[in-house]
């Protein structure tokens, strides 16, 4: 019954390793995102796809690449990992702009690079 | 980009007591929600309110969007309310949706 469901919940790996975080939402909507939290708790958006097509890029280093297979999911891949991108990831998702309505988030991934 | 500031950053209350966390922005906005990120990371919908007044058991919610602030009312305060409280909001303009988050009001409380 999840709305917004991303896997895994904890990733601990080491520098240098490729990642990826998977994310799923049932609930219809055309617009899905990526958001980061860092250690001191503050979130900021790294992507937003409408329908499969990248509309945000917040300046997010070359090695994040998100990948949307269908509207419905929002694939996030991490190459070469650093110290600094230890932090939780959120996946979120919404109707498309325009429309007056909530951003439904997931549970999070806790990504600790070591 | 629009500012979002919430005060205060930091609240210790005792069980059973009232308080009201706050949420300035710089810009009008269509969007504005408010979160609860439980000591286990959860990101809860608390409101989505861009503008005037809902109430949900012990919690309620004001935005005066003409103002530009929003109110967060915490009433009878249990343990379990612990955790960071978020403002979100998005203006009419903001490409793809997106949401600015506030920094956050720290809240634990007491028995």
């Known amino acids: 019954d999840t709305a917004v469901s991303q896997t895994p919940k904890y990733l601990v790996t080491q520098m240098g390793n490729d990642k990826s975080i998977k994310c799923e939402q049932n609930l219809g909507h055309d617009t899905m995102y990526w958001y980061k939290q860092d250690s001191k708790k503050f979130l900021k958006i790294m992507f937003s796809?409408?329908?499969?097509?990248?509309?945000i890029n917040e300046t997010v280093p070359n090695r994040f690449s998100p990948k949307s297979p269908d509207k419905a999911h929002l694939n996030l891949h991490i190459n070469s990992l650093e110290l600094g991108d230890s932090a939780v990831y959120f996946c979120a998702s919404s109707p498309p702009a325009g429309v007056r309505s909530p951003l439904h988030f997931g549970n999070g991934t806790r990504l600790t690079v070591t | 980009g629009i500012q979002v500031e919430q005060s205060p950053p930091d609240l210790i209350l005792q069980e059973g007591a009232n308080s009201t966390l706050r949420c300035n922005f710089s810009d009008s906005v269509n969007n504005l929600q408010w979160f609860h990120q439980n000591p286990w990371g959860q990101l809860i919908n608390l409101f989505y309110?861009?503008?005037g007044t809902k109430q949900n058991g012990r919690l309620s919610a004001t935005t005066v969007a003409t103002e530009r602030y929003s109110l967060l009312y915490i009433s009878s305060s249990q343990t379990t309310d612990s955790g960071v409280y978020f403002c979100?909001?998005?203006?009419?303009?903001?490409?793809?949706?997106?949401?600015?988050f506030g920094g956050g009001t720290r809240v634990l409380v007491k028995p």
């Open positions: 309110i861009p503008s």
């Open positions: 796809y409408n329908n499969k097509e990248l509309i």
């Open positions: 979100a909001v998005r203006p009419p303009r903001a490409a793809g949706n997106k949401l600015t």
